[in-house]
């Protein structure tokens, strides 16, 4: 595999890991919804297996982040390999800065601690707060002839 293959297959792992990021604000985001309007007022078993629910859509989208990150660790070795054979260019230069320099853990890290965050947060929401749906009541009145 070349420099740029492997610098083009990294763009494309963060392409992953933005869409995974974007995909768990839209769940976290339709869950709250749901919470406010039916899961909030529900019995204790419903807001049990919608918990279990989001939780494992979650997890999924964490594993499959993490298989990305396989890969990623494997690109950043094989762009190693080229700097060792003197075969890197300043692009590659760069990505390793990042990866050594610690920007590349720091990404991570705050994923791990955003998702457990989360987590405690949403279980909180879920079976703690007691949520007052913003409903505003509307009656239909039909029109009088005048």
């Known amino acids: 595999m070349t420099e740029g293959e492997v610098v083009e297959q990294l763009v494309e792992y963060m392409s992953i890991v933005l869409l995974g990021v974007s995909l768990i604000f839209t769940v976290v985001s339709a ?3 749901a919470l406010n309007y039916f899961v909030g ?3 204790f078993m419903a807001r049990v297996g919608a918990f279990t629910f989001v939780a494992l859509i979650l997890a999924l989208l964490m594993v499959v982040m993490l298989g990305a990150e396989q890969t990623h660790a494997g690109l950043l070795e094989r762009l190693r390999e080229l700097e060792r054979a003197g075969e890197i260019t300043a692009a590659g230069r760069a990505v390793l800065g990042n990866a050594r320099e610690g920007i590349d853990g720091l990404v ?3 994923l791990w601690v955003g998702m457990i ?3 405690v947060v ?3 929401m ?3 707060h007691r949520w007052k749906p913003d409903v505003v ?3 239909l009145l039909s029109k009088k002839a005048p």
Do not use: E, P
């Open 126 to 128: 879920t079976f703690l």
């Open 108 to 110: 991570r890290g705050l």
């Open 31 to 33: 869950y709250i919804v």
């Open 122 to 124: 949403l279980a909180y």
């Open 117 to 119: 965050s989360l987590y």
């Open 137 to 139: 009541n509307v009656a």
């Open 41 to 43: 007022d529900a019995m």
